[in-house]
């Protein structure tokens, strides 16, 4: 628990010490929910590492997540009533408790309309239990009055706790196969988060406060250049002066340049703060005022009022504030099929404050709102819109789910598993050991039911669109390893065509056990058939002989054969272990490469991952702990090396790289001639992310 409490006192400190209160605000929950967790796991009623971390509930309930995978102790689809649910109890002169509300549903008219909800569309599935009771509306419309009636017995026990029933919502409208990042909702928060420039704030406030003050106090004195003494109505002058200054200082707090005593208007200001203190004094002005006032000149004629109108522009954050509500028109939960008409400039009617109509979006606003346009995932990479494999892997349950209807010869129901489908992809993954796996979107009780009793014909295209996906993944981010979301879409789609495919996913060191599942086993054996006798296998040093003489299931000898010496730091060996571990298997390229081919051959492929990894070696130097940074790096090589591998001629990809310009200097130029002595059987010391201490790789750039 160690972690837990680590990560208590940083939301503590956060929430007591920020600057900023919205800030101050997210630290606050999740201070509760870390304290919520605490308390939980103290009290047993969570196990932490448990795939049914809910001691009250199965494994099939969706639990409220945390960072680092820890289930809080509370289940997504619990707490307070929604104000649909209020409304729902109210016109049906029923007690506003969820027990009665899945009564209500169970009745003659409480089916019918459930299955006037599910044939139009107008629902929303918010967690995947939002699904449950249209499926029984489903079956018994079906005949299947005994697979309703089994699946109410599992579900029943915790309809006192736990809301079955969808949400409001209307169908969606875009047309099969668009996909999106953002929904409209999402876009909008977005928007509304957008916080005012500190730099533009700091001009404008120079424009508004700084400099008429300024001009202010420099009239005040060039009034006053040859006096001697100071009248009362002087003095008065000089307090109204400084207490505007004062004033400013509280109120205008991002220019700083205003508040040094070496700067001219605090110089001016000190010396009025005198005469409003003591106006019994000498000659004046002092020197220091007189060369002030030499210094300034008066301002051009109509610069103050050129600068005031600059300053009464609206900025990028309350443009923002106005184009939110714009945005929150649209259809909530999906993303927007056409996109133009939310980039258009601000209109009489939205024109509000300084946002006066006619003002154009400025191009962070249009960013923000290009999120939520949706499109085909080539159109979308086409546009930019999918700048990592991470992006790629949030897209695919959009298109999964289209696969996931696929089977039901009810469209309704084909349309609700999909809504399901993608429900359930957002539940956070947990914190896992002992080799659990996560739960199944078949362990759901409503999907098994629904599948069990699917009358249409099976998918078909999930394999050609996952064997797609993985080429894309591989041809737009080859320095970037498959991030597990992506892995998992990946196997969804591949299981369902029936196509065998071993993908392993990547181990958090922080909760590694020191074992491998068989799978691992299986993928580094798969990966020998086609890497034996290659130029990766002679870099890294490995044996692939010894990796097929492996049984599939011995996961002890596979442990082995990754083992690395200890070096005292328990989560560094975990890493340099696992990363052993994705040496052997490849970390899915082999399982992959046999079954894609990149439109350019490998050879491009190549070239991108070792651009990559010379990017994040050149960026590593200069963050203040950039081992995690040089950790990408390795992954981005050892993906090179692959690639490398995978071409006609090895040797002539290597002198390739070579005449690269990210090779003409080291660090990058001593990997790949370490590469080229490889290829010739030298033994050479390879490449890998995790080292305890200094990472020697920083030495060859000295």
């Not at 605490?38 to 971390?53: D, I, L």
């Not at 981010?477 to 969804?492: D, K, M, S, W």
Request: proline share 6%; net charge positive; glycine share 6%.
């Amino acid at each position: 628990m160690g972690y837990v409490w680590d990560q208590l006192l940083r939301a503590l400190n956060t929430a007591r010490h920020h600057d900023d209160e919205p800030t101050r605000k997210r630290a606050a929950d999740r201070l509760a929910e870390w304290l919520q967790l605490a308390t939980a796991a103290s009290t047993g009623t969570v196990t932490v590492g448990s795939r049914s971390p809910l001691k009250n509930y199965p494994g099939w309930v969706t639990p409220r997540v945390i960072r680092g995978g820890f289930a809080t102790g509370k289940a997504m689809a619990a707490g307070p009533l929604s104000d649909t649910e209020k409304s729902r109890a109210q016109h049906l002169k029923i007690p506003a408790t969820r027990q009665a509300l899945f009564a209500s549903y169970l009745s003659d008219e409480g089916i019918a309309e459930l299955l006037t909800i599910l044939d139009t569309g107008d629902y929303s599935v918010a967690v995947p239990e939002s699904a449950a009771l249209l499926v029984v509306a489903a079956l018994i419309r079906a005949g299947h009055a005994a697979a309703a009636s089994a699946l109410l017995a599992e579900i029943t026990p915790y309809a006192d706790r736990l809301k079955f029933s969808p949400g409001p919502g209307t169908q969606s409208q875009l047309k099969p196969g668009q996909v999106y990042r953002y929904s409209a909702k999402q876009v909008a928060a977005s928007l509304t988060a957008m916080k005012p420039q500190r730099q533009v704030e700091a001009q404008r406030e120079a424009l508004t406060v700084w400099l008429p003050l300024l001009d202010r106090a420099r009239d005040f004195w060039v009034e006053r250049r040859d006096q001697v003494t100071f009248s009362a109505q002087d003095v008065t002058a000089a307090r109204e002066l400084v207490a505007a200054y004062d004033h400013a200082l509280r109120q205008a707090p991002y220019c700083r340049k205003y508040r040094s005593e070496k700067e001219n208007l605090p110089i001016l200001i000190a010396s009025a703060r005198i005469v409003a203190t003591n106006w019994r004094v000498g000659r004046w002005p002092s020197s220091r005022v007189s060369h002030v006032l030499s210094c300034l000149k008066p301002p051009a004629e109509g610069l103050r009022q050129e600068q005031s109108r600059i300053a009464a522009l609206a900025g990028y954050a309350e443009i923002g504030q106005v184009v939110a509500d714009r945005v929150a028109q649209q259809r909530p939960n999906e993303g927007f099929g056409e996109v133009d008409p939310l980039l258009t400039p601000i209109t009489a009617v939205e024109a509000q404050g300084r946002v006066v109509a006619g003002t154009p979006l400025p191009d962070s606003v249009q960013r923000r709102i290009r999120l939520g346009q949706a499109g085909t995932l080539p159109e979308l990479v086409a546009l930019g819109l999918v700048p990592s494999a991470e992006a790629l892997a949030e897209l695919l349950p959009q298109l999964t789910a289209l696969e996931v209807a696929r089977p039901y010869r009810d469209p309704a129901l084909g349309r609700l598993m999909a809504a399901t489908y993608v429900a359930f992809r957002r539940r956070r993954t947990l914190l896992l050991t002992d080799l659990q796996s996560q739960i199944r979107f078949d362990e759901l009780p409503w999907v098994r039911a629904a599948q069990a009793n699917a009358t249409g014909s099976p998918a078909t295209d999930t394999g050609e669109l996952a064997l797609r996906v993985a080429t894309m993944a591989l041809e737009l981010f080859p320095g970037t390893i498959l991030p597990n979301a992506l892995i998992r879409e990946l196997r969804q789609q591949f299981r369902a065509a029936g196509i065998q495919v071993v993908l392993t996913e990547e181990i958090a060191a922080d909760i590694f056990t020191g074992r491998f599942r068989p799978h691992f086993v299986v993928a580094a054996k798969q990966a020998s058939q086609l890497l034996h006798g290659s130029v990766y296998e002679s870099y890294f040093g490995l044996d692939y002989l010894a990796v097929n003489r492996l049984r599939d299931e011995d996961t002890a000898g596979f442990g082995r054969l990754c083992a690395v010496p200890a070096s005292g730091q328990v989560i560094v060996d975990n890493g340099r272990m696992i990363e052993r571990q994705q040496l052997w298997t490849t970390h899915n390229l082999a399982a992959l490469a046999e079954r894609v081919q990149p439109e350019g051959g490998w050879l491009p492929l190549a070239e991108r991952a070792l651009a990559r990894c010379g990017e994040l070696l050149t960026l590593s130097k200069t963050q203040e702990r950039g081992k995690a940074t040089v950790k990408d790096a390795a992954y981005a090589w050892r993906q090179a090396v692959f690639f490398v591998a995978m071409t006609e001629s090895p040797q002539a990809a290597i002198q390739h790289l070579a005449g690269l310009p990210v090779a003409a200097v080291d660090p990058v130029r001593s990997l790949v001639a370490d590469l080229g002595r490889a290829a010739a059987g030298h033994r050479i010391v390879p490449f890998t992310g995790w080292v305890a201490g200094r990472h020697w790789i920083w030495d060859l750039a000295q």
